[in-house]
């Protein structure tokens, strides 16, 4: 059965499409994609009129995805050259996660990988206030489009003052960006996870979804395992405290510092690695409440995304 949103060859007896997630039974009148091309959709209509996403549910074949996502990145981390060779993707992740809130709070960055010292590492430049200024106009701009939605400049509104008490600061820019890496690799693991039991975002969702799954597991193994080693291990700690060769300090020592100096919190880094492994283990939770109840999450990303309320 093609879906009649996106076109996705589907099996016959389907009760919604594998990669959007539309629900047949619902949109049988609707006119297959080859059909809705030729005729222009009227302009009186609302993002209420589109098909509506039915709630997940989890049953043999998610959990099928998932158990085979995660027996792969089981046997991916007990092989140390093939866990070598996919951790590249988890320093990927890691620094585009800093990269990209150093943009956002006015510092140019550039990531790339650490071929010296391992991992990762982003080369940040010094606070450009023209940058941040530009970011404060995106904002503005954004406000006018949707003027006339009260929810949605609530959010943009509550955005803003997090990014303005964070950018009109050296020591909370700095600890916001310390600590994007390691919270991208956890967003990227939930959205992957997702993914994976949605089906939504893929080309070919039998072979892509267990791949997703078992990237998303790998990322959140690799997390885990090296928050446990920070608290458990002391000569891997003491190599974490040299940082990158004995000059820069490593993200969670920065953290650490920085809550010891203006907030009079010392958890040390064995504390920040604590949280970390706590933090790595929100995605599988958030994905699945994503999934059951992912309705409810469409209908408030379109009541969000109108011009007017």
Same mark, same amino acid.
């Given at each position: 059965?093609?879906?009649?949103?996106?076109?996705?060859?589907?099996?016959?007896?389907?009760?919604?499409?594998?990669?959007?997630?539309?629900?047949?039974?619902?949109?049988?009148?609707?006119?297959?994609?080859?059909?809705?091309?030729?005729?222009?959709?009227?302009?009186?209509?609302?993002?209420?009129?589109?098909?509506?996403?039915?709630?997940?549910?989890?049953?043999?074949?998610?959990?099928?995805?998932?158990?085979?996502?995660?027996?792969?990145?089981?046997?991916?981390?007990?092989?140390?050259?093939?866990?070598?060779?996919?951790?590249?993707?988890?320093?990927?992740?890691?620094?585009?996660?800093?990269?990209?809130?150093? !943009?956002?709070?006015?510092?140019?960055?550039?990531?790339?990988?650490?071929?010296?010292?391992?991992?990762? $590492?982003?080369?940040?430049?010094?606070?450009?206030?023209?940058?941040?200024?530009?970011?404060?106009?995106?904002?503005?701009?954004?406000?006018?489009?949707?003027?006339?939605?009260?929810?949605?400049?609530?959010?943009?509104?509550?955005?803003?003052?997090?990014?303005?008490?964070?950018?009109?600061?050296?020591?909370?820019?700095?600890?916001?960006?310390?600590?994007?890496?390691?919270?991208?690799?956890?967003? $990227?693991?939930?959205?992957?996870?997702?993914?994976?039991?949605?089906?939504?975002? !893929?080309?070919?969702?039998?072979?892509?979804?267990?791949?997703?799954?078992?990237?998303?597991?790998?990322?959140?193994?690799?997390?885990?395992?090296?928050? !446990?080693?920070?608290?458990?291990?002391?000569?891997?700690?003491?190599? *974490?405290?040299?940082?990158?060769?004995?000059?820069?300090?490593?993200?969670?020592?920065?953290?650490?510092?920085?809550?010891?100096? *203006?907030?009079?919190?010392?958890?040390?880094?064995?504390?920040?690695?604590?949280?970390? $492994?706590?933090?790595?283990?929100?995605?599988?939770?958030?994905?699945?409440?994503?999934?059951?109840?992912?309705?409810?999450?469409?209908?408030?990303?379109?009541?969000?995304?109108?011009?007017?309320?």
């Amino acid at each position: 059965m093609n879906c009649a949103k996106c076109g996705f060859a589907n099996a016959p007896e389907a009760t919604e499409c594998a990669r959007c997630g539309i629900v047949f039974g619902k949109n049988r009148s609707v006119a297959p994609p080859a059909a809705l091309s030729r005729r222009r959709p009227p302009e009186s209509a609302a993002p209420h009129d589109e098909p509506e996403i039915s709630d997940g549910r989890i049953g043999r074949k998610e959990l099928t995805i998932l158990g085979t996502g995660f027996a792969a990145a089981i046997v991916a981390h007990a092989i140390p050259f093939v866990r070598f060779m996919f951790s590249a993707l988890v320093s990927l992740l890691h620094e585009f996660g800093h990269a990209i809130v150093a !943009w956002l709070l006015g510092h140019p960055a550039i990531p790339a990988f650490d071929f010296v010292y391992g991992g990762g $590492f982003t080369n940040t430049s010094q606070f450009h206030l023209s940058i941040a200024i530009a970011i404060a106009a995106g904002f503005a701009y954004a406000a006018w489009l949707f003027r006339r939605n009260p929810k949605t400049l609530a959010v943009l509104g509550a955005i803003f003052l997090i990014w303005l008490v964070l950018v009109s600061s050296d020591w909370r820019r700095e600890t916001a960006i310390s600590a994007a890496g390691h919270a991208a690799e956890v967003i $990227f693991a939930a959205i992957l996870f997702y993914q994976a039991l949605s089906g939504v975002g !893929w080309r070919i969702p039998e072979i892509e979804r267990p791949l997703g799954a078992f990237a998303a597991f790998f990322v959140q193994i690799q997390t885990m395992r090296f928050a !446990w080693q920070l608290f458990h291990d002391p000569d891997v700690l003491a190599v *974490y405290r040299e940082g990158k060769g004995g000059a820069l300090m490593n993200d969670l020592e920065v953290l650490a510092l920085n809550l010891h100096i *203006y907030l009079g919190i010392t958890p040390g880094i064995e504390g920040m690695a604590k949280v970390l $492994f706590l933090f790595s283990l929100i995605p599988i939770p958030i994905a699945i409440v994503w999934y059951l109840n992912r309705s409810r999450w469409h209908r408030m990303g379109r009541v969000l995304l109108q011009f007017e309320s």
